[in-house]
């Protein structure tokens, strides 16, 4: 069954509306939600349990709330969410800590470069949730 719905969590403007554009020129029908940090993105999860999105694009560097916050605060709450959310770390840090770091986060589908590479983004919305740990840096 195909995701029906992202939500893209990062402060870059650029970012939001590229991958918004490249997601739906994947597929149309995919609702994409922006949130520009992590404490909006919890709350949001938190007041729309019924529209819990199938993937979560998250970056590691945002004010307010950071992506490795939002993974504690997110763990928190996992148990109140109804289904699996595939989240993926997507990030222009090729700190070799951030890596491991997020190779040690069980709740992490997988660690993408920005920027992101529309095949590897598509792999992720039509394939079968793996683990996509592509942080190779060219």
């Known amino acids: ?5 992202i939500y893209v969590i990062d402060d870059d403007e650029i970012f939001q509306f590229m991958i918004r554009r490249s997601i739906k020129a994947i597929d149309e029908n995919i609702k994409v939600k922006v ?7 919890i709350a949001e999860l938190k007041n729309e349990m019924e529209e819990i ?4 694009l998250l970056d590691i560097n945002m004010p ?3 992506g490795w916050e939002f993974l504690r605060h997110y763990s928190k709450v996992k148990s109140k969410v109804k289904k699996d959310i595939s989240i993926y770390m997507v990030s222009s840090s090729a700190n070799p800590s951030d890596i491991d770091k997020a190779k040690d986060i069980q709740i992490l589908s997988g660690y993408i470069p920005k920027p ?8 992720i919305i039509t394939e079968t ?10």
């Open 1 to 5: 069954m195909p995701f029906k719905s």
């Open 35 to 41: 949130c520009s940090n992590g404490k909006k993105a």
């Open 53 to 56: 999105p199938d993937i979560i």
């Open 64 to 66: 307010v709330m950071d």
């Open 116 to 123: 992101i590479d529309r095949n590897e983004l598509k792999k």
């Open 129 to 138: 949730p793996e683990n996509h740990w592509k942080i190779s840096y060219a």
